[in-house]
């Protein structure tokens, strides 16, 4: 049996720490399954990937028992290239940044993002293509209007292979009614479905779609880790990006191919009705499990 329960957020900001080697042990005697690191296939792309991980020891699998906090994910070191600097890229981007992978923030105008980047600090601001050719690991975080003709703007084999993480919504420039967002897909078709055939040659996973900015990295809820809903055609893409939620601080459910966008993109209208009627905006989505 499945159920869906909305968390609130804790107050502390802070995101769980990383296991010592005693804890290592104990969770290692535990019984529980884990996966080894295979470097080439982190990325699912062809041996031109260059992966460095800094621990290549073991990745833990998704845990769902909420009293007890999962062990942390191996830290891993890619190249991000995130397409987007509003919110989204932003956050994002100092997500991936602090926890230890190299960033490029793509954008249409990278020199507003001057200011922006020498206070993060440890993060570059390119072109979109630059950002595409940058990135190992590739984030669409731009408004979902426009992610066709961003991407379209991109060489293919800039976008050739990679994992592109999709956390753009369809959101229409109308009005929400009663706090419920107007997109400008139907319940028939996604955004991702679309992008995912005009650009076969990238593998889309949706994810970090249906969570406010604000909650992204490292989310802190009392009942434990919130779930972030993913899906895409490629399950090895799937794989690297199940490890990135590991790493952020969520547990990813994997809901089946790019259809299951036409489900997972609505969570953003859903999710955002508290935030419309009630001023909510830090709560997320947790799947029970039987
Ligand atoms: N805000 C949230 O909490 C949240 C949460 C989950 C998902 N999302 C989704 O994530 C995506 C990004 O959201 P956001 O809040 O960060 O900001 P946004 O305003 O939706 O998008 C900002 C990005 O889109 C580009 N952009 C906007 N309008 C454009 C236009 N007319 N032509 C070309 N580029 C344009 C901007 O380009 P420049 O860099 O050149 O300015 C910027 O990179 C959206 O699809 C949104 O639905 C948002």
Same mark, same amino acid.
């Given at each position: ?36 690191? $295979? ?141 419920? *967002? ?5 319940? $028939? ?43 895409? $055609? ?19 459910? $994997? ?31 947790? *799947?029970?499990?039987?």
């Amino acid at each position: 049996m499945l159920g869906l329960a909305s968390l609130t957020a804790e107050s502390s900001p802070t995101g769980p720490s990383n296991l010592d080697a005693s804890e290592w042990s104990r969770v290692m005697s535990s019984g529980a399954r884990y996966q080894a690191v $295979d470097r080439s296939a982190l990325l699912g792309t062809s041996g031109a990937l260059s992966v460095r991980l800094r621990n290549p020891r073991c990745i833990p699998p998704v845990a769902r028992d909420a009293a007890k906090p999962p062990p942390q994910p191996v830290e891993l070191s890619v190249k991000v290239g995130i397409l987007g600097s509003g919110t989204v890229g932003q956050t994002l981007a100092e997500g991936f940044a602090k926890k230890g992978h190299d960033v490029m923030v793509g954008t249409g105008s990278p020199a507003k993002l001057a200011e922006w980047a020498a206070k993060v600090g440890n993060l570059q601001v390119g072109t979109y293509e630059e950002t595409a050719a940058f990135g190992e690991l590739l984030v669409l975080a731009v408004k979902g209007s426009v992610a066709n003709v961003v991407l379209g703007g991109i060489t293919a084999e800039n976008l050739s292979g990679k994992v592109l993480i999709d956390a753009t919504n369809p959101i229409s420039d109308a009005a929400p009614e009663h706090g419920v *967002l107007k997109y400008f897909t139907t319940l $028939d078709s996604s955004s991702m479905e679309k992008l995912q055939r005009a650009y076969p040659w990238a593998r889309f996973v949706k994810a970090f779609n249906s969570v406010g900015a604000a909650r992204m990295v490292d989310p802190v809820y009392k009942e434990g880790r919130p779930t972030m809903f993913i899906c895409g $055609d490629d399950p090895t893409a799937k794989d690297t990006v199940t490890q990135v939620l590991e790493q952020f601080g969520w547990e990813a459910a $994997d809901m089946g191919p790019a259809e299951a966008a036409r489900a997972i993109e609505p969570l953003c209208m859903l999710w955002c009705i508290p935030g419309f009627i009630r001023n909510e905006w830090t709560h997320a989505f947790k *799947l029970l499990h039987d």
